[in-house]
């Protein structure tokens, strides 16, 4: 059970170090017209982590790693020099970082349904990022005036704003990590790693 334990943890720790690697990897940053970031599937590993262990584990690994990604917008983003009022930064704190990471915990949650389950739980976790972002885009950062003028039709709807903003990168990082999913369940070595007899059930 000691052994297990240690495994678990140190995997964890192995795999969000990896996310934070990669998540400083942004090879199509600027190929996006308005903005955002799309990393090397740095979303990945943390949902691989909650697909092997469970959403119990997932969610803790998770948390972590939105730890991270809000340290980081504070110190490299400058996210308390934006200019928003209080209510607007906690929102912001709230929507695009502990919220919008720690979910990607749930990517687990049909991990014992094979590569659909896989899918499925991934594609969900994402899209709850998405929404996370997608609330704070409409609530926060449309009311702030950070929109772009000279595209009037999207100015004008907060929504639209939002879903374009945020869908321009998080549909291609949704889609490249299917696809980096499929590929890995398809090698017979990691799929009997994360489908192995001594994976941890979820408490």
Known sequence: MKR?????LVEGAMMLALAIVLSLITPFQKLLPFGGSITLVSMLPICIYSIKYGI???LGVSFLF???Q??????K????GWGLTAGMLIACIVFDYFLAYTVLGLAGMFRKKGLGGWIAGIVIALLLRFASHFISGVYVFASTGKIWDDLDFIAENKYIYSLVYNGAYMVPEIILTVLVT???FKIPQ???ILTSADSA???
């Open 56 to 58: 119990g584990k997932g």
């Open 190 to 192: 990691v799929h009997r």
């Open 77 to 80: 983003d400058g996210l308390f």
């Open 4 to 8: 297990n334990t240690t495994k678990m």
């Open 70 to 75: 809000f340290v980081q917008g504070t110190v």
């Open 182 to 184: 499929v590929i890995l």
């Open 66 to 68: 939105a730890v991270f």
């Open 201 to 203: 059930e979820e408490q």
